[in-house]
Each structure stands twice: as C-alpha cells, then as structure tokens.
C-alpha cells in the first residue's frame, strides 16, 4: 500500500518496504556470484594440490630411473614436464577465472566446469606417470596437451592388461586402475559405487569387462531389484554386455 505524505522537502510518496534488520542481506550480484566463488575455491584447491602431486612423482623411485634412462640429446628435463603440465592446468583455471559470474547459474555450465577441473588435475598426473612408466622423451610430452597424455596412459594400461606376459594379479590392479578412469570409484572399504547391473542395462560393455577383471563383482552378483547383470542386459537389449555377463 502506497501513500502521499507532506514532508519539509515536499509532496513524498511512501513506499512500505521489508529490510533485513541482521544486515546480512545479499546482493543480487553476490548471490549470483556464488557459484563462481564455490568453483574458485575447488579451482584453487586442486591447482595446489596439482603441483603438490607433480612434486612427489618427481621425488619417487620411478622419476630417480627416468632420470638415469633419459637420453642425452633429450631436450629437457623431468621438471620442464612438470612445469609443463602447471602451465596446462593454469590456462583452464585462467579461463574459467575470467567467465562471467552469472554463466556458472547454468546447471550444466557449473557441472561441466567442475567436472573438467577434476578431469584434467587427473589428466595431468596421469600425464606425468605415462611418461615416467614409458619410453616416451620430454620433447614428446612438452607438445602434448593434458587430454592427449590422459588418453596414451589409457591406452598403456589397456595395452598392458592384454598382453600375454601380463600376471592375473597385475590384470586386476590394471584394471581397477581402468575402473577410476572410467569414473568407476570405490568406497574407502573396496565397494565399487557403481553396480555391474547399472553398466549392463545402460549397455556400456567396456563397463562391464573392467568391474569384471577388477574383480568388483561376481558375473551373477544381483542388484537391490534380484537383478543379475545377464537379466538386465536382456532386459534393454544389449547384446554385447549380455554375451560378457553370460
């Protein structure tokens, strides 16, 4: 309700207005900013704890036979990769440092942002434990970007999983190793988060094959439903992950 009063200063309109008395109102670009700030805090987390992880591989028995292995007409050094990968990762937070804070409102914007500082964090350590595991020389990894080195470690667990010399022991911690790849994570206690079941009624039968030979899952374990992974490929038509549940 709106009234017309007569003031020194002349005819004045009130206007009835709600304040919060306890002055911890915020504003419209401080709640909008929120999100922003939430991600910023991750962002600069995980670009210290980058750096700090970088620095343990480099201090670890693996760095101490790279060194020794490294050829002499190799132009670089262990530290030049690792500043390497700082510098990656640097250049997705500053990206993400000057994005508008109102893009991060988006649902999917802000997920896509968080999930990408933790994919490429473990781009870069994974990055740097290829090279040090592999052949591969320092001018090779200085011209790789953090997605490419994730991808040729992939393919070096996977290539080493199936080769015939490849221990039954060693097939199930490479494969475990595959799972958190894949997003595939396990409780503190060794329990997969996510069920055989799950991966063979959405069909992904990559899925299936690493629970498997990590040794996550009998084949006929069921879900909370007394679904086996067999029904539940059966169930949406997935042929290849019914064959490996069968």
């Known amino acids: 309700m709106q009234e017309i009063d007569l003031t020194s200063y002349g005819v004045v309109k009130l206007i009835p207005v709600r304040v919060n ?14 999100r922003k700030s939430m991600l910023m805090t991750t962002l600069n987390f995980h670009e210290r704890h980058l750096a700090n992880e970088l620095d343990v591989q480099l201090k670890g028995d693996l760095a101490m036979k790279k060194r020794d292995t490294l050829d002499k007409s190799d132009k ?35 997920k896509a942002s968080m999930n990408e500082v933790l994919e490429l964090k473990t781009a870069g350590l994974q990055t740097l434990e290829y090279f040090l ?24 667990l996977e290539q080493t999983m199936h080769a015939p010399e490849t221990s039954a022991d060693e097939i199930q911690k490479i494969a475990k190793k595959l799972c958190l790849c894949e997003g595939l994570a396990f409780a503190p206690d060794g329990t997969p988060l996510s069920h055989l079941c799950d991966a063979a009624a959405s069909g992904n039968a990559w899925h299936v094959s690493l629970l498997l030979q990590a040794g996550a899952f009998l084949v006929d374990a069921t879900d909370d439903n007394g679904f086996t992974a067999l029904m539940s490929a059966a169930e949406f038509g997935h042929l290849e992950s019914y064959r490996l549940s069968s």
């Not at 990762?89 to 409102?105: H, I």
């Open 21 to 34: 008395t306890n002055l911890k109102a915020k504003t419209v670009e401080e709640i909008q900013g929120q």
């Open 133 to 156: 595991t592999s052949a591969q020389n320092t001018a090779i990894v200085l011209h790789t970007t953090l997605r490419r080195g994730e991808r040729k470690y992939r393919k070096h």
């Open 76 to 110: 670089g050094s262990l530290e030049d990769v690792e500043a390497h990968i700082i510098k990656e990762f640097a250049a997705l937070a500053s990206n993400l440092r000057d994005t508008e804070a109102s893009w991060f409102n988006e649902d999917y914007n802000y």
